[in-house]
């Protein structure tokens, strides 16, 4: 992970989880560009792999993924 990565506050990264807790897809979607404008993709693709992702439940991530590809999937399967 690069400096600038791991140096982002934990209160930057806290309104996201908070958004994906309460299912506000828009709001995530808001929270994402905000922090691509201050830090750079590059930066948000490091603290969303290795800070942010991880520290989400099944439940969440599962619904991120919905969200992010819900466009171009009819539907998703539970396995198990």
Sequence with gaps: MTP???QVSITTILPMLSAIANRQ???????????????GVE???E???FRLK???DKDSD???LIQWCGEGIISVKNVA
């Design 4 to 6: 600038v990565a791991a």
């Design 25 to 39: 897809w828009e709001q995530f979607k808001e929270l994402e560009a905000d922090f691509v404008s201050q830090y």
């Design 43 to 45: 930066v948000w693709q």
């Design 47 to 49: 603290v969303f792999n």
């Design 54 to 56: 991880l520290a989400l």
């Design 62 to 64: 599962r619904w991120l």
